[in-house]
């Protein structure tokens, strides 16, 4: 019995370590179609079905999408089969009828070899259509039909040239560049990481290219009508359209059939070719066309002419096919959802679920259980005011609304809930125990000492982790989800947002000696603002900042500080300049925190002065969360509870939309929910970034949203 698991044991290794060798010297080529090649004879000339073709080259939805000038990445299972040739023999292609006879009588001494050296055919398709000399040999006065076949065109394999990717190019417009899928130049580059799309300056891409030609003499050549205006001859016209006369008479033979170049005359010509340009993210944004789309489509959801779409992508002419890669001008990321140039479709998660992505989740929260006395109330009461306590059963409860959710819409969920104790070693011993593989995404730790261990430790399993509140890390952290906006994006939106709506307005700014950094980014938006001064003691120098007020001017004030008392004291100065005749003043802040929600800053001023500064969340009031919630655990959601429903539930729906997180990321633009919205952007080995958040303003004793 122990003999015979022995050998099951070893036939499995031996079948193992054959399928990884035979799938480790898997190779692929290209193949430039040509005129008369259909799918099922190339899939025979390479030794594989039609069916892998297609797979490799998911531009093609059929047989019938086989053009010439299509190039096909195919994987090599054999050698192609290519036609034997005698040496110096000019070589012939075989159709099942020649396409017409020579007559020749024989002449003394001549042979069957030297009649096929001299037709450039082989002796048996001399017998096929000459039968009587299957039974006799050839002889003198034989008159014999002799065969003629069309000269085979001598193919130019394709092969790789090596690509040098030069600044601010992406993977989208070198797959432009060369008339390729992404899918097909992924293929030729497998060694091209899965979980990020970026190219760095001096990277080294491998790109079909045919033998002898270089990238500039790949390019499929279109034609136009030009009506021949009076008095201009065939020289003028070979001028302008920089080919030579002869080739204006071989493209159009009627002008000899004619006499000659005739007003009015329709000829057909080489299309111009534009001028040199440099194609990067700079110039352009780039849009891959998906399955059943149409020009008219295309044209409508990219907001683009016809014409102008055509003129940017002369390839177009021959047909618009799925998977490849369009250009469009810079100016369109204003109109389009774009992320990192390429141009994202509409896509609604929650209509493109598939209920067999079942997500499986790993949650990293510190309830740390081991401190918490349920027998004493008064204590377990007071822990739960603390901050980690808060945003662990915030993120708890309010995932728990999620799972109900996705459940609603058919979806199931694994899940995993890990107290990490806010402790190091516990959280390193945990994660160590769990079979990381099995999970596709990791939502914490809350702390962020914890995150680079557990980065670490999921990145050997290529599993991303969601940081719920963590922005940034001083580490390299590629599999990090930073789910907070980090202060220079808060700021950006701001600054964007005053810089837009701004007119004869004077920009102020009043900031504390901790936030030098924020009165920088302010000045060097505006180089015209003027800076208020302060006083030793760290209060606004009153009569200084007076000087600087003029009659009849409107003033927007930055305020940045994380003293409440500065905070009451200024909104309190600015509400009373306001209320003069002379004077309108509105108040503005890069980094909203307590300090201006303190009990001693009157909302009322806040109103007064349209107080307006970029925020992660938003209030939510009466929506379908809030109800649900309610209802569940009977109290309204804090903040760290609906964070936790909008992130859990993001997660949930781009997990059961594509199982791969990275992949959506750069797939889907932004996603919103009940007070949190999320927008990732892949900055390489740094992690993945949202850089999206709110604008709030204090208008009417009311907050509002800014609506843009």
């Not at 060097?524 to 007076?546: Q, T, Y």
């Not at 905070?567 to 600015?574: D, E, N, P, T």
Request: aromatic share 10%.
């Amino acid at each position: 019995m122990k003999r015979l698991v022995f050998k099951i044991v070893c036939v499995f290794a031996v079948v193992f370590f054959i399928s990884n060798k035979v799938a480790a010297q898997q190779k692929y080529t290209t193949h430039n179609v040509k005129k008369g090649e259909t799918l099922t004879s190339i899939a025979k000339q390479y030794r594989v079905t039609p069916y892998s073709i297609l797979q490799l080259n998911k531009e093609l939805k059929n047989s019938e999408d086989i053009k010439p000038n299509t190039i096909l990445v195919i994987q090599v299972a054999g050698k192609p089969i290519v036609q034997k040739e005698e040496p110096k023999e000019k070589t012939k292609i075989e159709q099942e009828a020649p396409i017409g006879y020579e007559r020749h009588r024989v002449k003394k001494r001549e042979t069957m070899f030297g009649l096929t050296q001299r037709y450039g055919v082989t002796e048996e398709q001399i017998k096929k259509y000459n039968t009587q000399l299957y039974s006799e040999q050839l002889k003198k006065g034989m008159v014999l039909q002799i065969p003629q076949y069309p000269e085979v065109e001598e193919e130019k394999e394709l092969e790789a040239e090596i690509y040098t990717v030069k600044a601010k190019e992406t993977r989208w417009s070198i797959a432009n560049k060369y008339g390729i899928t992404v899918d097909s130049l992924v293929i030729l580059n497998p060694e091209l990481p899965k979980n990020t799309t970026y190219l760095a300056k001096g990277q080294e891409l491998k790109l079909p290219r045919p033998k002898g030609d270089g990238l500039n003499e790949q390019e499929v050549v279109l034609f136009e009508s030009y009506t021949v205006p009076k008095s201009i001859g065939i020289f003028r016209i070979s001028q302008n359209y920089g080919i030579s006369t002869d080739s204006v008479i071989k493209l159009n033979p009627e002008i000899n059939e004619l006499g000659g170049l005739k007003e009015g005359m329709v000829l057909r010509l080489p299309k111009k070719k534009p001028a040199t340009e440099i194609v990067n993210t700079d110039n352009y944004v780039f849009y891959e066309v998906k399955p059943k789309q149409n020009i008219f489509r295309l044209t409508q959801n990219l907001k683009i002419s016809r014409d102008s779409l055509f003129a940017l992508n002369p390839e177009l002419e021959n047909g618009l096919k799925a998977g490849m890669v369009i250009k469009l001008p810079r100016v369109k990321a204003k109109q389009l959802d774009v992320k990192n140039s390429l141009v994202l479709d509409k896509i609604s998660l929650v209509d493109s679920i598939n209920i067999e992505n079942r997500p499986s989740l790993l949650f990293l929260l510190p309830f740390r259980l081991d401190r918490v006395d349920f027998t004493n109330t008064a204590m377990t009461k007071n822990q739960l005011k603390r901050k980690d306590w808060k945003s662990a059963l915030g993120m708890y409860t309010g995932a728990m609304i999620a799972f109900d959710s996705v459940k609603r819409m058919g979806l199931s969920v694994d899940v995993k809930i890990i107290d990490t104790q806010r402790n190091f070693e516990r959280t390193k011993m945990m994660l160590q125990q769990q079979s990381l593989a099995n999970f596709d995404a990791i939502v914490g730790p809350v702390d962020s000492r914890l995150l680079g261990e557990v980065a670490l430790q999921a990145s050997n399993y290529n599993v991303p982790v969601v940081a719920p509140y963590a922005s940034k890390s001083d580490l390299s952290l590629s599999n990090v989800f930073f789910s907070m906006p980090d202060d220079e994006s808060l700021r950006k939106r701001i600054l964007d947002y005053v810089a837009k709506e701004k007119t004869k307005e004077r920009v102020l700014v009043i900031a504390d000696d901790k936030h030098q950094a924020a009165k920088d980014s302010i000045i060097s938006r505006f180089p015209s603002a003027r800076v208020a001064k302060m006083s030793k003691d760290g209060s606004l120098h009153l009569e200084d900042f007076l000087l600087m007020l003029s009659e009849n001017q409107e003033y927007w004030v930055f305020v940045e500080t994380e003293d409440k008392n500065l905070v009451a004291s200024i909104s309190s100065i600015l509400n009373a300049a306001n209320s003069e005749k002379d004077y309108t003043v509105r108040m503005f802040t890069t980094n909203h925190n307590s300090a201006f929600e303190g009990d001693e800053v009157s909302m009322p001023h806040l109103s007064n002065l349209k107080f307006t500064y970029p925020s992660v969340y938003k209030e939510t009031l009466g929506d379908s969360f809030t109800e649900a919630y309610q209802k569940k655990f009977g109290h309204e959601p804090d903040p760290y509870a609906t964070r936790g429903f909008d992130l859990t539930l993001d997660l949930l729906l781009k997990l059961a939309y594509k199982k791969n997180l990275e992949a959506t990321a750069q797939l889907i633009g932004l996603t919103e929910y009940s007070g949190n919205k999320f927008n990732y952007y892949n900055k390489w080995t740094k992690g993945y970034f949202n850089n999206t958040s709110y604008l709030i303003q204090y208008d009417q004793l009311q907050i509002k949203q800014i609506e843009e």
